[in-house]
């Protein structure tokens, strides 16, 4: 089969990759490009395991090729801490013990990440509609909620009152 | 309560600092059997039958053997050179690695496919041709025992599919109470095939040193050293040499007791790279998961339970179909081919028991396995709390009321229960009272009878479970012969800092973190100061593995009696640097003082730095212990759970509005990765209740084989889960723990059964089988006359 060349941005960072165009675009992310932080559960767009962003939209990337990403920009857990450390959702998922196992954690993350550009405070219910094509075998999903919460709650908080102005 | 001895700083037992294993998965950094690439790997994917019971006629490999790029076809015949065609089960069975002849179930591995891509590989496998000549499929276990039925293992030299017969308890003892009581109630069971569907799947990379004759397998185990040793007897006719051979389980994405089991691919991927002398990796996908890998329950039961006006239950007989497909490789231990199942007294004083189990083989793959449950106390429990329920309802008493009243009382523990456990403590009384005060029971039963005044269908389901976990003792417990010891090796450094290293392997259960905290707690070395590794066998103590919630009562009791001799040694030490006797030396964590001289301190880390730079001549020096501890008795961790359920008369639909579990597991080493193993455990176990099965069709076709048919609960279907506790600790467990991380799957499934039950039984409904989906739930509301 004839590969091709197709050029991303992951994580903000440009990348190029040889690839069959048939080549899943998880496969891609793991193997060519090397970050294992995606991971495979089913293969058939069920479990989210292989949740990414493409162009700040969640994607399976399982149910992608490597060659329709061609020109995309994608995000991957790798991508997901900034400069001064965990993302308030990495944060959350660590201080509620939204993790166990950690096989699901990547894409539920993300996905919960996309959330986060979406919904400014989500309901319970919402917080479950919005996870509920990541399959977590481990939590109950309990804790995944409350991490979800978290993440909204830092980063949603109302602003601290002005302290005291002037010399009162 | 939760108390605690350590600061927070130190993190001992009862704290919930963050888990040590986080930051890695939560960057994308953990390190899983997928993540595992070595320079020069092949990729292996393996051929599967589509038919039940087959023979295979022929495999032409010729044009996968043309795809460039694929380097071999492996069949059963290649294997069968070697010796290695066949191997054992956990059971003491036997299993096919690759077939010679006959295929005996669907998704049977034919041949394997070894090739430098994965593209290529999974392209090849389309290219091999197989003929196969069908042959009669025999599915039901029940039509498996008649005579003439279709011979599953020829090979046994048996003219039956009967594998073992099992009994325990006194027959004639137990008819004689059935007789006498006043009503005797009667139910079938059934409890279908189940997958745990962890959401990694199985895989392994093999690499053989063909220059050291060292094998390296890194393999989605949870008992590494077993499988190695295992592997050396398997193979040890064909040169592999226990000392060459290391297991390495990565870090695993859920196990649940589906990774116990030795798989054929396994195998393949060791032969393979043995005979190639190049890295092998295979990974399983969904599909070959769910079809192929080991099932648990199929379970057919026939349960008899009597019981007296008064509410007094007197004896419990039950008789079980074991459906174990066509190999029995379940992974009990080998005393009890029906593993723990006659725990079936349950929380109750029954005086009298008698149980029968028979296990079948069918044209199935190998089942009894697990589902977060190894040992058949789900089955057990499923029985006895169905039952008691039965009883309660026919005798027009209150669920909560029959059970009061028959719990075995606090103080009788410990209790000997009439088929043989000796339970090491329990209050169930207070764990049922404090599960109905948290929903809520009275009022929730007033509002019932308004609903049902109504014509709506409102349920409240107990289940008041003990579980029988932390195997076990060498006496009675064994797998293949290995005695059910678990281990711990702890070191300090010089600095104060420490190495654990343990036998068991963690899948999620946060072991990096407990086994700190044991560590922490004991010593009085921070946590965040103490690394635990498990999983290599070529560095860590020897053990049985993670299942059957064995961890904390076997390898954690290990860490503590590790400790505790590091402790020993260390107030020698102390005794020296102080120039004080040992008996004056008082011990807090972290510290030796002098009796009535506060000033006069040692810490753990002057004490270890001595032990290298300083120790008293004659002693040797270091600071390190190892334990292989040998649990007196097993841990019976329990709990009442209580669901609250509405009923959609026109879909069927079953609505969990509530479930409040309160657990006891005894003392608690962290109260959140405590609550975290209740929630995964409660949602593992409505899984099964309201959604999960894999069945067949006459024909052996698997009927649950993806995750478009297998319906592993999301965030939407999972209710919000109300945990609270008691504690009532074990006497025996050096710090007092039990063990948890089943006890939710096993007490879940029957109160939701139960509840359901509860809604329905006034319209003659005395039983439902699960998966209680809207299909069976609105055929059961029909032929009871329930309209939409
Ligand atoms: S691997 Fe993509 S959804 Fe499961
Ligand atoms: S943490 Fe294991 S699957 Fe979610």
Redesign the interface.
């Known amino acids: 089969m004839t590969s091709r060349e197709i050029h991303l941005t992951v994580n903000g960072e440009a990348r190029t990759a040889t690839v069959?165009p048939?080549?899943l675009l998880v496969?891609c992310i793991?193997?060519n490009l090397g970050?294992?932080?995606?991971?495979?559960?089913?293969?058939?767009s069920?479990?989210g395991?292989c949740t990414i962003h493409v162009d700040d939209t969640p994607v399976k990337s399982c149910t992608m090729f490597a060659v329709q990403a061609d020109g995309k920009s994608i995000t991957?857990?790798?991508g997901?801490?900034g400069p001064g450390g965990?993302s308030p959702v990495?944060e959350g998922?660590?201080?509620e013990?939204g993790?166990?196992?950690?096989?699901?954690?990547?894409g539920m993350?993300m996905t919960a990440t996309a959330l986060m550009r979406e919904v400014a405070t989500p309901s319970?219910a919402e917080?479950?509609?919005a996870?509920?094509?990541?399959?977590?075998?481990?939590?109950?999903?309990?804790?995944?909620?409350k991490a979800i919460q978290y993440a909204h709650a830092k980063v949603h908080a109302p602003a601290p009152a002005l302290a005291h102005q002037g010399g009162e | 309560m939760v108390t605690t001895r350590t600061t927070p700083e130190i993190g001992g037992m009862g704290h919930s600092p963050r888990r040590k294993e986080d930051p890695r998965f939560l960057q994308g950094k953990g390190n899983y059997i997928e993540d595992v690439k070595l320079p020069g790997m092949l990729w292996m994917d393996i051929v599967r039958s589509p038919y039940a019971h087959a023979k295979i006629v022929s495999i032409d490999a010729s044009k996968a053997l043309a795809i460039p790029g694929v380097l071999a076809v492996i069949t059963g015949k290649d294997l069968e050179k070697y010796g290695l065609h066949w191997m054992p089960t956990l059971m003491s069975d036997t299993q096919m690695v690759l077939p010679t002849d006959t295929v005996k179930y669907q998704a049977q591995e034919v041949c394997a496919v070894i090739a430098t891509e994965r593209y290529i590989a999974a392209d090849a496998i389309q290219a091999v041709e197989v003929e196969y000549e069908e042959l009669p499929v025999v599915v039901d276990p029940f039509k498996s025992m008649q005579p003439g039925a279709t011979l599953v293992r020829p090979d046994k030299g048996k003219d039956t599919n009967h594998i073992w017969h099992w009994e325990v308890g006194d027959a004639a003892a137990t008819d004689a109470m059935l007789q006498a009581s006043d009503v005797v109630v009667k139910e079938h069971i059934y409890l279908p095939r189940i997958h745990v569907a962890s959401i990694e799947t199985c895989g392994c990379v093999a690499s053989f040193d063909k220059i050291e004759g060292k094998l390296t397998v890194w393999m989605t185990t949870q008992a590494p050293h077993a499988i190695r040793t295992v592997l050396a007897l398997v193979a040890g006719h064909v040169g592999l040499s226990e000392e060459k051979i290391r297991v390495i389980s990565p870090d695993i994405g859920g196990g649940f007791g589906g990774k116990v089991p030795v798989y054929p691919g396994y195998v393949i991927a060791i032969a393979a790279s043995v005979l190639i002398g190049k890295p092998v990796k295979w990974i399983e996908d969904r599909m070959e998961n769910l079809q192929a890998d080991s099932f648990a329950r199929d379970y057919h039961t026939t349960a008899e339970l009597g019981v007296n006006r008064d509410g007094t239950l007197t004896g419990l007989r039950i008789k079980t179909l074991a459906d174990h497909g066509y190999a029995d490789a379940a992974a009990n231990p080998s005393k009890f081919p029906a593993g723990l199942y006659h725990i079936c007294t349950g929380s109750y004083d029954l005086k009298g028991a008698h149980v029968e189990v028979d296990g079948v083989y069918t044209n199935k793959p190998p089942g009894g396995v697990a589902y977060r449950c190894s040992f058949r106390v789900t089955e057990a429990v499923h029985a006895i709390e169905r039952m008691v329920d039965i009883a309660a309802h026919e005798i027009g008493m209150d669920p909560a009321a029959i059970r009061m009243k028959n719990f075995i009382e606090a103080d009788a523990f410990p209790y000997k229960s009439v088929l043989g456990w000796e339970y090491d403590s329990g209050n169930y009384h207070l764990a049922l009272r404090k599960a109905m005060d948290i929903i809520g029971y009275e009022d929730l039963r007033r509002e019932q009878l308004e609903k049902r005044a109504r014509g709506e269908l409102m349920g409240i389901g107990i289940c008041s479970f003990t579980e029988i976990v932390g195997a076990g003792p060498s006496k009675d417990f064994d797998i293949l012969g290995i005695k059910m010891f678990d281990s711990a090796e702890i070191r300090i450094h010089p600095t104060g800092k420490a190495i654990a290293r343990f036998g068991t392997k963690s899948q999620g259960q946060g072991h990096e973190t407990t086994y700190a905290q044991i560590v922490a707690e004991e010593l009085g070395i921070p946590m965040a100061h103490v690394q635990v590794e498990e999983g290599d066998t070529d560095t860590a103590p020897y053990g049985l593995g993670t299942y059957a919630s064995r961890s904390t009562p076997t390898s954690g009791a290990a860490a503590a009696m590790a400790a505790r001799k590091i402790r020993d040694k260390a107030r020698k030490i102390a005794a020296y640097l102080l120039e004080a006797d040992e008996e004056d030396l008082e011990w807090e964590p972290g510290r030796f003082s002098v009796r009535g001289n506060p000033e006069a301190v040692k810490t753990i880390q002057e004490i270890a730095f001595a032990a290298y730079t300083n120790h008293p001549q004659g002693m040797e020096a270091g600071l390190e212990a190892t334990h292989y501890y040998d649990p007196p008795n097993l841990t019976y961790p329990f709990g009442s759970y209580i669901c609250v359920v509405d009923i959609d008369k026109g879909t069927g639909q079953v609505h969990v509005r509530r479930f409040v579990a309160v657990d006891d597991c005894g003392n608690i080493i962290n109260p959140k990765i405590v609550d975290g193993q209740v929630h995964g455990g409660l949602t593992m176990g409505i899984a099964p209740a309201l959604y999960e099965e894999i069945s067949y069709d006459e024909a052996g076709n698997c009927l649950g084989g993806s995750f478009i048919d297998y319906l592993v609960p999301t965030a939407v279907e999972t209710p919000h889960w109300e945990t609270d506790k008691t504690i009532t600790p074990s006497p025996h467990h050096p710090f007092g723990a039990k063990g948890v991380g089943e006890s939710a799957t096993v007490g879940a499934p029957p109160a939701i059964v139960n509840a359901v039950v509860d809604a329905l039984w006034h319209v003659g409904v005395r039983h439902v089988d699960i998966p209680m989906t809207p299909a069976r739930i609105w055929k059961v509301l029909r032929d009871h006359g329930v309209e939409g």
């Not at chain 1, 970050?35 to 058939?44: D, F, R």
């Not at chain 1, 996870?131 to 109950?140: E, H």
Request: proline share 2%.
């Open positions: 069959e048939r080549l496969h793991r193997e970050l294992t932080g995606t991971h495979v559960g089913c293969e058939t069920h479990c395991a991957t857990v790798e997901l801490a965990l990495q998922f660590w201080e013990h993790l166990q196992c950690g096989f699901c954690t990547p993350m319970e917080i479950r509609e996870i509920s094509g990541n399959l977590c075998r481990c939590t109950g999903y309990v804790n995944i909620v």
